[in-house]
T-cell receptor
Framework: GAVVSQHPSRVICKSGTSVKIECRSL??????MFWYRQFPKQSLMLMAT?????????EQGVEKDKFLINHASLTLSTLTVTSAHPEDSSFYIC?????????????FGPGTRLLVL | GENVEQHPSTLSVQEGDSAVIKCTYS??????FPWYKQELGKRPQLIID?????GEKKDQRIAVTLNKTAKHFSLHITETQPEDSAVYFC??????????FGPGTRLSVLP
């Protein structure tokens, strides 16, 4: 399958600081990437859809000014958690949409575990 | 919008037995149903998928069945092994639309 990388894998930061997470498609171009948040023992919660060259589409309840998404190239999307607080601590996972004709699927990055102190 | 339910939430089986996880979806327009396996602290890995133009797909010990009329699909794992222990997520989507994931099933294979 397609390879998606994510960096960093783990980050610990102080409350009030901003954290940037990168998601890269390594062997393909991804016009669409997705950002998910996952709490322990829970499912994947879609935060936003990141489209190359345009603004991200945020899910209801997700603050776009707090979770800044930039998809400046066909292989890179970034999520910046601004002014992070302890309640933002979570596992953040990106995925990339892979299309082949009418068929498409998603491949996930390895995730970033964020701990805000 | 689409709503996906998944049962059971936890499942324990003896090694060598079969495991079945069931999902239902609400949007009849959904046409793609992937299954992901997520080990603790790792990324979800696509293990098998099925599209609405087929009723069953098999890959070694893993199979998926789809009933479009009833709007449900199931994951079947035969001859389970300890390394099958993980959380399994089903999802449903329509072409070009976001995936909607089920809440997950925690499978434990007991040696």
């Amino acid at each position: 399958g397609a390879v998606v990388s994510q960096h960093p894998s783990r980050v610990i930061c102080k409350s009030g600081t901003s954290v940037k997470i990168e998601c890269r498609s390594l062997d393909f171009q991804a016009t669409t990437m997705f950002w998910y948040r996952q709490f322990p023992k829970q499912s994947l919660m879609l935060m936003a859809t990141s489209n190359e060259g345009s603004k991200a589409t945020y899910e209801q309840g997700v603050e776009k000014d707090k979770f800044l998404i930039n998809h400046a190239s066909l292989t890179l999307s970034t999520l910046t958690v601004t002014s992070a607080h302890p309640e933002d601590s979570s596992f953040y996972i990106c995925s990339a949409r892979v299309s082949s004709g009418l068929q498409e699927t998603q491949y996930f990055g390895p995730g970033t575990r964020l701990l805000v102190l | 919008g689409e709503n996906v339910e998944q049962h059971p939430s936890t499942l324990s089986v003896q090694e060598g037995d079969s495991a079945v996880i069931k999902c239902t979806y609400s949007d009849s327009a959904s046409n793609y149903f992937p299954w992901y396996k997520q080990e603790l602290g790792k990324r979800p890995q696509l293990i098998i998928d099925i599209r609405s133009n087929v009723g069953e797909k098999k890959d070694q010990r893993i199979a998926v069945t789809l009933n479009k009329t009833a709007k449900h699909f199931s994951l079947h794992i035969t001859e389970t092994q300890p390394e099958d222990s993980a959380v399994y997520f089903c999802a449903a989507s329509n072409t070009g639309q976001n995936f909607v994931f089920g809440p997950g099933t925690r499978l434990s294979v007991l040696p």
